[in-house]
């Protein structure tokens, strides 16, 4: 059983369950490290901030969301490498984030990056390809630059 993984999420779900008034994201980030310091650059702990983040997000507390989401970034980068598929995750849900904010110039290199990375790692045929493609084409719908849109 993995325990390390169990005590984290558990960590997540109780900052998660405090409301706007509670803990802050950069105190929950930090009791998060306090409790596992070891394990601050492992994918699992990238994977519940992930999580974290996407409750956040899921609540419209954008602004709580971008920290969280960009530190499961670097972490995914440096435990496995710039081009993981979970890299091109973590690129996307950052991206997606950006876009629903109208940050479209920030939302358009990560979502081309995932794409990048999933093409290479899991080929131009896998339906996380198809996913990438058409975020990066909801993004130019969105802008109006339907030629780059198809």
Partial sequence: MNFKLISMVILVLLCLGC????PSVTTSNQRLNQLAPSYADDAE???V???QATAHYQAGRYAEAIP???QALAIYEKALG????DVAMSLNNLAE????QGQFDRAEPRYQRALAIVEKALGP???NVAMSLNNLAEL????????QAE
């Fill in 97 to 100: 984030l950006y876009r629903t």
């Fill in 19 to 22: 409301d706007q008034t509670g």
């Fill in 45 to 47: 702990t990238a994977t």
């Fill in 82 to 85: 710039p081009d993981h598929p």
């Fill in 125 to 127: 045929d896998h339906p």
């Fill in 49 to 51: 901030l992930n999580q």
């Fill in 68 to 70: 969280l989401l960009e």
């Fill in 140 to 147: 130019y719908r969105t802008q109006g630059r339907y030629d």
